[in-house]
């Protein structure tokens, strides 16, 4: 399954009120979607909606927000039941929420990785629980976001990486469950994005997590976002923006190349801190 013409579509967006999220609503809105995006903070809801307006194809389109808390999964099933009401089923959802607090596994609270897999994981699946009963009826398209560091583990990443990989086993579930009724499913997979997300991310890394991510370079959100849409239109089931295809298949193919890489910039890291 896959979608050719964004005109007259129905997308909602999860986390669409900054960076990749709000890249892709934008650009859709560009394409003649109506959009309606859901995040916890209105101000910042308020400010993307703006952005989204101005960036609509036609003044027919519709957009909307709703304030929500995905790891609330009463909360989740009630906000999505509304904004069917009043918005309509959608034909495509994507689930772009998401955090990262990087350290060392030691200083990772048990705290902290509860409510990273509650935001990711738990995330997904509240929202697709809620909404596939409207979109079952009628077929469509989700769009799961996850990371490079779904498929490889990294250093400092010890909550944020179990999450993440779970998101794609998850998406391969619906990949296949969801056919019958003509649901396609794809999976996001972005490296290091300059989004308000990375600049918290970086505020904990361990200078070993720091020199891991050296050479994977940085993506701008409209850049992946762009990636998503064309991943959509093409029906892939792995959207890898920029390098991270490359990646994947290495990671597979060659993962102890992977894995010595990834050693040695650790390996560089301690060695220069003791000089």
């Known amino acids: ?32 979607s109506n959009v309606f995006i859901f995040a916890r903070g209105k101000e910042r809801l308020e400010d993307a909606l703006a952005k989204i307006d101005n960036s609509k194809k036609s003044g ?27 918005f309509g089923a959608p034909d495509i959802l994507i689930n772009s929420q998401g ?17 990273t897999m509650k935001v990711h994981i738990y995330g997904d699946w509240n929202t697709v629980t809620a909404l596939l009963p409207h979109m079952k009826e009628r077929g469509g398209y989700v769009v799961n976001v996850t990371s490079v560091l779904g498929f490889m583990g990294a250093f400092g990443y010890s909550d944020y990486c179990p999450s993440k990989y779970a ?6 579930v619906l990949r296949s469950e969801l056919k019958r009724y003509g649901i396609g499913v794809s999976i996001l997979c972005p490296p290091d994005t300059d989004t308000p997300g990375f600049k918290v991310e970086n505020l904990t890394k361990p200078p070993e997590t720091v020199a891991v991510s050296e050479g994977g370079g940085l993506m701008q959100p409209d850049e992946v976002a762009a990636a998503l849409v064309q991943g959509i239109k093409k029906g892939k089931f792995f959207i890898g923006p920029g390098s991270v295809r490359v990646l994947w298949l290495a990671k597979r193919l060659v993962p102890w190349l992977v894995d010595l890489y990834m050693d040695h910039q650790v390996k560089k890291v301690r060695k220069d801190s003791t000089l």
């Open 1 to 32: 399954m896959k979608v050719t013409d964004f005109e007259g579509k129905t997308v909602y967006i999860v986390g669409g009120s900054s960076g990749i999220g709000l890249s892709a609503a934008t650009l859709l809105a560009g394409d003649g």
């Open 60 to 86: 027919v389109q519709r957009s909307g927000f709703k304030q929500l808390d995905v790891t609330d999964h009463d909360q989740v099933n009630k906000v999505m039941n509304e904004a069917v009401e009043e």
């Open 99 to 115: 955090r990262a607090y990087p350290n060392y596994f030691e200083k990772i609270t048990y705290k902290q990785f509860d409510e």
């Open 167 to 172: 998101i794609i086993g998850f998406s391969e």
